[in-house]
Nanobody, 124 residues
């Protein structure tokens, strides 16, 4: 049984930083593409950052250079370090796991396992 639990969300001022964590059970990072998504009120869920089974990473253009995805295999935990936060980063953030080691797509439909989400609010 796959379980993903996010933590680390909160409120921060523009320019600040947060680190999100995703504790995983039932998945092995070498075998599963992992990703962070976000969904702002009234908007579609969008992919933010992804890491494949080989540790390769990809980022949405809107966060590249500011966000860093990483994982600690020993702790089975994935992280999203978010720096230089902007008000437009405000959203519910979700971690997700795919069923293949490579990341097929950044579309939410290709990820079968989801956490409950953690909120991030960035004020100007």
């Amino acid at each position: 049984q796959v379980q993903l639990v996010e933590s680390g969300g909160g409120s921060v001022q523009s320019g600040g930083s947060l680190r999100l964590s995703c504790a995983a059970s039932g998945v092995t990072y070498r075998n599963n593409c992992m990703g962070w998504f976000r969904q702002a009120p009234g908007k579609e869920r969008e992919g933010v950052a992804f890491i494949d089974g080989n540790g390769g990473t990809t980022y949405a253009d809107s966060v590249r250079g500011r966000f860093t995805i990483s994982q600690d295999n020993a702790k089975n935990t994935m992280y999203l370090q978010m720096n230089s936060l902007k008000p437009e980063d405000t959203a519910m953030y979700y971690c997700a796991a795919g069923s293949t080691w490579f990341c097929r797509s950044n579309r939410p439909a290709t990820f079968g396992y989801w956490g409950q989400g953690t909120p991030v609010t960035v004020s100007s």
